[in-house]
């Protein structure tokens, strides 16, 4: 009887000690998931800040690119109102285009019918009283 409480003991060390490992193994492999997730976050961040940087400079640089060309056309000739009027007129024609191409794509959008048909298919097969192999809609 001592030895087989002996044998309890040390199988219940061994199952101490394995948990124990198990959870050191858990704790050290969230860590480094941590370490992993924090660098990305980083390298994100500055690149989010670059693209950032980048649209900025973008959207100045039209502006100036915008203003050329209507001393441009004001150097070819017309009266420097006209030009800014001709270059404002094109910029609204554009946003005009893009708004009815936009509202042209906006009616294609719609509800996710393989989605909506599937998840259907899955609740009536789940339901009480329903056979496995039965998958026709009630």
């Known amino acids: ?43 994100g961040a500055v690149a989010g ?13 039209s502006i100036l690119l915008t203003i050329a060309l209507a001393y441009g056309l004001t150097a070819a000739g017309l009266a420097p109102w006209l030009s800014f009027l001709l270059v404002a007129v094109l910029f609204l024609v554009l946003a005009g285009v893009l708004a009815l191409i936009g509202r ?21 097969a789940v339901k009480p009283g329903n056979h496995a192999g039965d998958h026709t809609p009630r």
């Not at 948990?19 to 997730?37: D, N, T, Y």
């Not at 800040?49 to 640089?61: P, T, V």
């Not at 042209?104 to 009536?124: D, F, H, M, N, Q």
């Open 49 to 61: 800040g670059l693209f950032g940087a980048a649209g900025y400079l973008g959207f100045l640089a």
């Open 1 to 43: 009887m001592a030895e087989e409480r002996a044998e309890e003991r040390t199988v219940g060390q061994l199952v101490a000690q394995a948990s124990q490992e198990v959870s050191e193994i858990v704790r050290a492999e969230i860590a480094l998931a941590k370490a992993e997730l924090a660098s990305s976050a980083k390298n």
């Open 104 to 124: 042209s794509r906006i009616g294609r959008v719609g509800p996710p019918k393989r989605a909506i048909e599937s998840t259907r298919l899955t609740l009536a």
